[in-house]
């Protein structure tokens, strides 16, 4: 499963200077708690280095074809130029982070964060053919834990009560699933000839084909009687992936807004987020 | 019954996509398939295919806009 971060994604998931959009997500969060942005500035930061390293990561570790910049370095390097990274986000995360007393918490969430998130990788490249609930269950152990980070870290910038960060950390995960669906899509569109697991929308397939073959109509039980461990992409497409996709955005983003309701008390961040997770991803 | 067995279910039954387009909840309790209410209103929004951002303005669900007048569904 990939995680796209740092690499402008294919979907025009990206800002004006082509940069990911939410790189902004830790002073949005802290904007909407009712804190000034400019405290989570190195938050950020950490969150984008770290954002970085794991992108890299995730690549190398998929065996992903690498970016034009460590393409000639190769794999070694390219993890080498990651693990510098993960110290460089901890070197960011100074005593001085956020408040006084938000950056000794904010610190030891980033790094529990990184254990939940290669937990998650290493089911991930470790399970053969995960079931539609495990794909669900890794892409809230990376995507998911690294989006509800980036939330809480900024709203824990503007001081608020931990009851009031775990709203933030709800719909961060939200987002980052939302974000997860957006890469799987993505990858589909580069076809299925010889690729490997390709996450959710195979998963998805593989669950109703399992569990459905009675209920098929002739067209598709024909087809799927011989089905190829990897199917015809006509075929994903017909099994209704996307509706099923389309059903869980929508969970997702109500979610999502409903811990905004919750969570909010300046409207200035609050609606740059309402509309952030409202359009990821672009579209399915 | 799990939402992806019922999304595969409208892909690939056409009668049961019809009615389920027409009336989501009453074709699902026709048949005694029980989903969560928030998957159940997920899949209505799904359906009816409408972008969720042109009703959010107004405060209405996409629940809301299926149930409005315009929407009822034809009894045939």
Redesign the interface.
């Known amino acids: 499963m990939r995680q796209s971060l740092m690499a402008p994604p294919a979907d025009s998931e990206a800002d004006a200077g082509s940069r990911p959009r939410w790189l902004q997500l830790p002073l949005l969060c802290c904007q909407a708690a009712g804190g000034d942005p400019g405290l989570a500035e190195p938050v950020a930061a950490a969150w984008a280095v770290l954002y970085a390293a794991a992108h890299l990561l995730d690549s190398v570790e998929d065996g992903d074809a690498p970016e034009p910049w460590w393409k000639p370095l190769g794999p070694g390097p390219a993890s080498n130029v990651a693990t510098g990274l993960i110290a460089t986000c901890a070197l960011l995360l100074t005593p001085d982070t956020g408040r006084p007393r938000a950056a000794e918490p904010i610190r030891q969430d980033f790094f529990q964060t990184v254990l939940q998130m290669s937990s998650g990788q290493h089911r991930d490249l470790t399970l053969a053919s995960p079931s539609?609930e495990e794909c669900w269950q890794v892409a809230e152990a990376k995507s998911g834990a690294f989006f509800g980070l980036a939330c809480r870290a900024g709203a824990r910038c503007a001081g608020i009560d931990e009851a009031l960060v775990s709203h933030y950390s709800t719909y961060g995960t939200c987002l980052g699933l939302l974000v997860q669906i957006g890469d799987d899509l993505a990858d589909l569109s580069g076809g299925l000839a010889g690729r490997g697991p390709l996450g959710i929308p195979m998963a998805?397939y593989q669950?109703?084909t399992a569990?459905?073959t009675a209920?098929?109509?002739d067209r598709?039980g024909a087809q799927a009687e011989n089905a190829p461990t990897q199917p015809s992409l006509e075929l994903l497409e017909?099994?209704?992936m996307r509706?099923?996709l389309?059903?869980?955005a929508?969970?997702l983003?109500?979610?999502g807004?409903r811990a905004l309701e919750r969570a909010t008390v300046s409207a200035t961040g609050a609606d740059e987020l309402s509309r952030l997770i409202?359009?990821t991803p672009r579209s399915i | 019954m799990?939402?992806?067995?019922i999304?595969?279910?409208?892909?690939?039954?056409?009668n049961f996509a019809a009615a389920a387009r027409r009336d989501l909840e009453r074709t699902m309790a026709r048949e005694g398939i029980e989903l969560a209410p928030?998957?159940l209103?997920?899949?209505q929004?799904?359906?009816w295919?409408t972008p969720?951002?042109a009703i959010?303005p107004s405060g209405a669900t996409?629940l809301d806009v299926w149930h409005s007048p315009q929407f009822e569904p034809q009894n045939s």
């Open positions: 539609l998805y669950a109703v569990a459905g209920e098929r109509s598709f017909s099994s209704g509706l099923y389309r059903a869980k929508h969970e983003r109500e979610k807004h409202q359009s | 799990k939402l992806e067995q999304v595969h279910r409208v892909a690939t039954d056409a928030a998957e209103a997920a899949l929004a799904a359906l295919g969720e951002g959010r996409p």
